[in-house]
């Protein structure tokens, strides 16, 4: 494990005998320092398994030394698991990175840093993890090309904590995300907007939303929208959603808006779980399985 340091290294690890490497708040500058380099100034970590970046915020000050030459290629021969939270100052180096057994990615940060870091990935995986920050708003309007293609490269993709804008201006049909199977999105807006969505999403199997609106016009709205649902007869849309769970962040309007959401359980045919929940409750305050 590494933390943070800014002073010169009078010694530096060899690679060759670790399986885990766990750095925390040091930037990539430290990282090249640290290890020593094959005769050919590459790095080399023939028997690491699993290689984790922890940037949290607070601690970028200070550790801003940039001076220091690149390898050539760093190569991960092992590699299997890939961690970056919060590291998005040193996107161009991550190109360096040689994985061919990479099998699964997480990555923490804003939409900008996780689409720029996924353009980077050069091997199929079998699992992509993305925590998007939720200050990290994204307007699928603006990156659409570049979600399509991500979700279309990797198998199984699971997307948490992301608040993105449900633009009904946009054509839908230019939008397709298979291999996206579990998606925990945050909306602040009229929720039964995500109904127009979940055809374009066809692997979607679980499905989370944060109704994060405290507004009593947007939460009046959305009741209305969701009982809607069920006076006009709303058809089942094509999804595969499965599970479906509601977080509702207001304190105000609970029972009403929990009798509203019942009406989108007709509209999964394939669901099989469902539950609301406030999110100042421990139990689910309506569910169904």
Excluded at 56 to 67: L, M, T, V
Excluded at 70 to 80: D, G, H, M, R
Excluded at 210 to 225: C, K, N, P, Q
Aim: with cysteine; charged share 20%; proline share 7%.
């Amino acid at each position: 494990m590494f933390h943070p340091i800014n002073r010169p290294l009078s010694f530096t690890v060899d690679p060759h005998s670790l399986n885990s490497i766990d750095i925390i708040a040091t930037n990539l500058d430290f990282f090249w320092r640290a290890f020593t380099r094959d005769p050919d100034g590459a790095l080399r970590f023939p028997n690491l398994k699993t290689l984790s970046f922890n940037y949290p915020d607070i601690s970028r000050r200070g550790h801003e030394e940039r001076n220091y030459e690149a390898p050539p290629s760093v190569l991960f021969p092992k590699l299997e698991r890939l961690v970056i939270r919060g590291y998005d100052e040193n996107i161009r180096d991550f190109k360096l990175f040689v994985c061919p057994s990479l099998t699964s990615i997480e990555i923490c940060g804003r939409w900008a840093t996780v689409l720029e870091l996924c353009k980077q990935l050069t091997v199929p995986l079998d699992l992509l993890q993305l925590t998007i920050d939720p200050m990290s708003r994204a307007r699928i309007v603006d990156c659409i090309e570049d979600m399509n293609t991500l979700f279309q490269s990797i198998r199984n993709i699971k997307v948490v904590d992301c608040l993105i804008d449900l633009d009904l201006q946009i054509d839908l049909s230019i939008l397709y995300w298979p291999n996206l199977t579990h998606l925990v999105l945050r909306v602040d807006n009229n929720l039964a907007n995500v109904l127009n969505v979940l055809p374009r999403i066809p692997d979607l199997v679980y499905l989370e939303i944060e109704f994060v609106s405290y507004d009593a016009v947007e939460i009046a709205e959305t009741i209305d929208t969701l009982n809607h649902l069920k006076r006009t007869g709303f058809p089942p849309v094509e999804s595969n959603v499965k599970s479906l769970h509601i977080v509702y962040f207001s304190d105000s309007h609970m029972e009403e808006f929990v009798h509203a959401a019942q009406n989108l359980r007709c509209s999964l045919p394939n669901l099989k779980a469902f539950n609301v929940c406030s999110k100042y409750q421990q139990h689910p305050a309506l569910k169904f399985i």
